[in-house]
């Protein structure tokens, strides 16, 4: 029985070309604001993986200038640091990264740093301090909220399924 040809590719096989969208989902960017709850005037967190940030041009404005479009994508590589240090080398305080007066009386004047990577994202919202206080607030605008849940339910599928996988090959 002949198989029917592919009409993408004029091709007599059923199969396709499977696409990086498909192997390598992207996970969308967002921007989050990290807020360290501890004491420790010049905490910082060093974390596997990063935001990689491209400039491509796409085209050229009324003046016969290049149009720059700048590309946000998070990847595995190289280490993303995370500042929140309260304090500077010679004690005096950094206002620029604490929390206004406006966020609240939990947050006020706490130090804070942003973050745009889905998982250092999750990873912050996990930690918890030795008696179980949570370690860092994760403050995200409410439009970004469905995101950062679809992320952290497709992660938790997965890495479900690699426990599942992996207890079948180890037992």
Request: proline letters at 6%.
């Amino acid at each position: 029985m002949p198989i029917a040809p592919n009409k993408a590719t004029k091709t007599p096989f059923a199969e396709v070309e499977l696409g990086d969208n498909i192997l390598k989902p992207e996970a969308p960017i967002v921007r989050c604001r990290i807020v360290y709850m501890g004491n420790n005037r010049n905490r910082s967190v060093a974390r596997t993986g990063h935001i990689q940030i491209q400039r491509i041009q796409t085209g050229f404005d009324e003046k016969n200038e290049p149009v720059f479009e700048t590309v946000k994508t998070a990847i595995d590589e190289g280490i993303q640091n995370y500042d929140f240090a309260s304090h500077d080398a010679l004690g005096r305080l950094i206002e620029q990264r604490l929390m206004p007066v406006e966020a609240g009386p939990e947050i006020a004047g706490k130090p804070f740093a942003y973050c745009e990577h889905l998982g250092h994202i999750r990873w912050f919202y996990l930690q918890t301090t030795v008696d179980g206080a949570r370690e860092f607030k994760v403050l995200a605008e409410r439009k970004d909220q469905p995101l950062i849940q679809d992320y952290v339910r497709r992660f938790m599928r997965a890495q479900q399924e690699d426990e599942k996988t992996f207890q079948e090959v180890a037992g």
